[in-house]
Each structure stands twice: as C-alpha cells, then as structure tokens.
C-alpha cells in the first residue's frame, strides 16, 4: 500500500518543515544571545538596585546577628526549610539573606535594609536557562540544543575541510551572500573551542538536571537529595522539634582560621529553628575552575567534613566545573568580557547560519520571501525585547511584566518583517497583469 499526496499538501508539508526549522534556529539564536548577556549577571544585579548596601566583608556576628533577624520577622508566618546567605564578593559585593518567603539586603551590622529586587536579571537568568518554560521541560529543550550546537560546530569542522586555511580569509567588502558565508565560516572558526566548551557544559547542565529528575523517580522513590547524593553529599536526617537558631559565626570564624586559603561566599541553613537544622558553608578554591566545596557543620558550629567537590571523585570535580566554565564565573572581568565577545560571535554565527541555508534554498529556486523576513524580524526582535524589558525595569520597576513584554516585543518584530514583506495591491496588480508565459 502506498500513500499519494497532492503537490499541495507536499508543498505545504516542505513548508511547514522549513517553519520547524527556522523554530529551531530561532530557540537556538534566543540561548545564546541571553547568554551572552547574563555573563554579566552579577552586574546587573548592583545596575537593578544602587540602593543596596555594599561591603568588601561582613564580620560572622554581623551575619549571624542578620539570620536571626530575618528569621524573626517571619514568625507567625510559613515555614521557612532553607535559609541562604550571600556573602560578599568581588563581582557582588553585597550580603543578602534569602528564606522561603523573601530575600533582603543586610548591612555590616546585620541589620535589614531593603528587600532584595533584581528581577530583570532572574528573568534573563530563566529566559537563558528554562526559556521561561517550566524547569524540567525548559531545561532539558536548553540542554538538547547545547547538544545540537556541538553536532553543528563538529559537522560544520567536517564539511568544510579547508575551514583552517582560509581562517583569515575575509571577503567583508562583498555585499552579498559569499561575504555572509565568510563571516560565518571565520568566526565559527575562531569561537570553535569557545562553542564547544559553552554547548558541552550547557548540554551537561540541562540534562543533568532531567537525569537526575529521572533516576531520583526511578530509584529513589522521587527524592531528588538522595539521588544527587553521590554528587552534593547526604542530607541528615531532619528533626522537627523546636530549637533556638544554629550557630552561624562560629562555623564562618572556623573557615578563617583553618581554611584561609578559601573563600567562603554562600551560608546555607537547612531546616532553621528545629533540632535536625544543620549548617553548609561553599567556599571558592582560587585557581580552581569549581564553583566550590561545601563545608558542614552541625547546629553549634562544630565542623563535620566535605563533601569532595575540591578532591573528591572525577565526576564529582567535573559537575562542580560545569557552572564557572558556562557562565565564565572565573577570572574575574577580563574573562567576563572575552565570553561576552565570544558570546556575541557565536550568535552572529547561528543568525548568518540560517541566512546561508535560505540562499542556498533560493538558489534551488524554492522562494523563502515568508521565512527570510520571519527571520530577520527574530534577529532583531530578541535583543529589542531583551532592551525593553531593561527599560520597563527602569520605569516600572521591579514589579514589571518582563515576560510577557519579551515575547510581545519579539514576535511584534517578527510581524513587522512579515508584514513589510507581503507585496503591496500594486505589486499584486502588476504581477496580475503580466502575460502568461
């Protein structure tokens, strides 16, 4: 038996295959140019709120003096199971206290100053990683097309065999397609190891994340702490029984002393006020490419051990690389601004990558009118929808819609384009006009 379609129906089903993978192309376009601006996530930060309390250090009475204040504020309230404080750093000089319900700047003294509002950077941060998709469908799509970049940048190596050669061969001067070619073949040649090292490391963070949801389901009776375990240590056993606050600033003022070679910028108190709280302080290793070891102590501040990211197993050491090497969280600003560099190559490569497949398409004499102008509407409505949510940010305020702003601004662009590419009643009247060939 075989199956007969109309020359309609297969038009369109080669259309809308082109649609699909023009959709492709343009999730691919949206990743990286959100990651090349959330290189700069931390900045971002202190640009959303310059009323927030900056400090080089913060004493530990001061920090533990913050925690209970925090947690005071909530009584009578939800419960709060984790409580987070961000210690100063050079890229955030600022310590922030984070709780189920809030997250606040704290002052040298520990006192509470303002609530903490960097919204536009969380929604660029969850555009980059999720696609403001739920996370386990969001990053797990994100983590497949890291996938798909490391297929296109080896394939792209194989196809093009004299791509080294010619890696300084640039005909910029030509205003046509072999001048759009050049520049797409140079600079994916020149970001190759760049692209590599970002789609590896995003492709390992987003399906790390959906593997783990998957064997915590099927092993582990859906307990994702118990599955990730072997990674990020065990969680002690928890007691609900009402106890005063843990101890905070011995356990910091223990790191100064036996650990001074680190730098500890992340407190984590697990299950606060009961009597199976417990204590995680992640210090940075300098010269060392993980985001950090954990460091646990108990309520009192006694310490407890590590959990081996710093020298534990090879894969341990691996997952705790992948973070610092995507986002370029290492180095400092000159690193930042190579990746912000490398960042913007790569997507000038997706975006001229497309232009190349729909002039070879018209070459073949398949009219791509519709497609060329979607596209064009795409590349220039996801940075235009990236700098009106930053605006909306400085009007409105932390409260502002930003996604919804996004996406109206980005597919607004591409209805422009669609729409300045449809032939005018003149032009239909002409073409209506000529003779019969």
């Known amino acids: 038996m075989t199956l007969a379609f109309s020359k309609e129906t297969v038009r369109k089903a080669i259309s809308a295959h082109s649609a699909v993978g023009l959709i492709c192309c343009a999730l691919l376009y949206l990743i990286c140019a959100t990651g090349t601006a959330i290189v700069l996530y931390e900045e971002w930060q202190r640009f959303e709120q310059l009323d927030a309390p900056e400090m080089s250090e913060i004493d530990p009475a001061s920090v533990q003096r913050g925690i209970e204040k925090v947690l005071a504020s909530e009584e009578g309230g939800p419960t709060t199971?984790?409580?987070?404080?961000?210690?100063?750093?050079?890229?955030?000089?600022?310590?922030?206290?984070?709780?189920?319900?809030?997250?606040?700047?704290?002052?040298?003294?520990?006192?509470?100053?303002?609530?903490?509002?960097?919204?536009?950077?969380?929604?660029?941060?969850?555009?980059?990683?999720?696609?403001?998709?739920?996370?386990?469908?969001?990053?797990?799509?994100?983590?497949?097309?890291?996938?798909?970049?490391?297929?296109?940048?080896?394939?792209?190596?194989?196809?093009?065999?004299?791509?080294?050669?010619?890696?300084?061969?640039?005909?910029?001067?030509?205003?046509?397609?072999?001048?759009?070619?050049?520049?797409?073949?140079?600079?994916?040649?020149?970001?190759?190891?760049?692209?590599?090292?970002?789609?590896?490391?995003?492709?390992?963070?987003?399906?790390?994340?959906?593997?783990?949801?998957?064997?915590?389901?099927?092993?582990?009776?859906?307990?994702?702490?118990?599955?990730?375990?072997?990674?990020?240590?065990?969680?002690?056993?928890?007691?609900?029984?009402?106890?005063?606050?843990?101890?905070?600033?011995?356990?910091?003022?223990?790191?100064?002393?036996?650990?001074?070679?680190?730098?500890?910028?992340?407190?984590?108190?697990?299950?606060?006020?009961?009597?199976?709280?417990?204590?995680?302080?992640?210090?940075?290793?300098?010269?060392?490419?993980?985001?950090?070891?954990?460091?646990?102590?108990?309520?009192?501040?006694?310490?407890?051990?590590?959990v081996g990211l710093a020298d534990g197993t090879v894969g341990q050491q691996l997952s705790a690389s992948t973070y610092n090497l995507h986002f370029g969280n290492f180095g400092g600003l000159p690193v930042k601004i190579a990746y912000i560099v490398f960042g913007l190559a790569l997507t000038i490569v997706v975006a001229t990558g497309t232009f190349i497949w729909l002039d070879k398409r018209e070459r073949r004499g398949k009219v791509s009118t519709r497609l060329r102008a979607a596209w064009w509407g795409l590349v220039v409505g996801v940075p235009a929808g990236m700098v009106a949510t930053l605006i909306a940010r400085i009007a409105i305020g932390n409260a502002a819609p930003f996604v919804p702003i996004f996406w109206i601004v980005c597919l607004g662009a591409v209805a422009i384009w669609l729409f300045r590419a449809m032939p005018s009643r003149r032009d239909r009247a002409e073409g209506s006009a000529l003779p019969a060939e």
Do not use: C
Not at 238 to 249: C, I, M, Q, S
């Open 81 to 306: 199971t984790h409580l987070y404080v961000h210690l100063p750093t050079k890229d955030l000089p600022r310590t922030t206290i984070t709780t189920d319900t809030q997250a606040v700047h704290i002052d040298r003294q520990g006192d509470i100053v303002v609530p903490e509002e960097n919204a536009w950077a969380e929604f660029l941060l969850a555009l980059h990683y999720r696609l403001n998709l739920p996370a386990l469908f969001g990053m797990t799509l994100v983590g497949l097309f890291g996938a798909m970049i490391v297929a296109l940048t080896i394939s792209g190596v194989v196809a093009h065999p004299r791509i080294f050669r010619d890696a300084f061969r640039l005909r910029a001067r030509r205003a046509d397609e072999v001048a759009t070619l050049d520049w797409h073949n140079r600079l994916a040649v020149w970001t190759l190891p760049f692209a590599l090292a970002i789609s590896l490391t995003g492709a390992m963070i987003g399906l790390f994340y959906v593997s783990g949801s998957g064997l915590a389901a099927a092993a582990y009776g859906g307990d994702s702490a118990a599955a990730l375990a072997p990674v990020f240590g065990d969680e002690p056993e928890g007691d609900d029984a009402l106890a005063p606050v843990a101890k905070v600033a011995p356990a910091l003022a223990f790191m100064e002393r036996e650990y001074p070679d680190v730098e500890p910028y992340y407190v984590i108190l697990h299950d606060p006020g009961t009597a199976g709280q417990h204590v995680q302080i992640i210090a940075e290793h300098p010269r060392r490419l993980i985001f950090g070891e954990y460091y646990a102590f108990s309520a009192d501040g006694a310490f407890r051990g590590t």
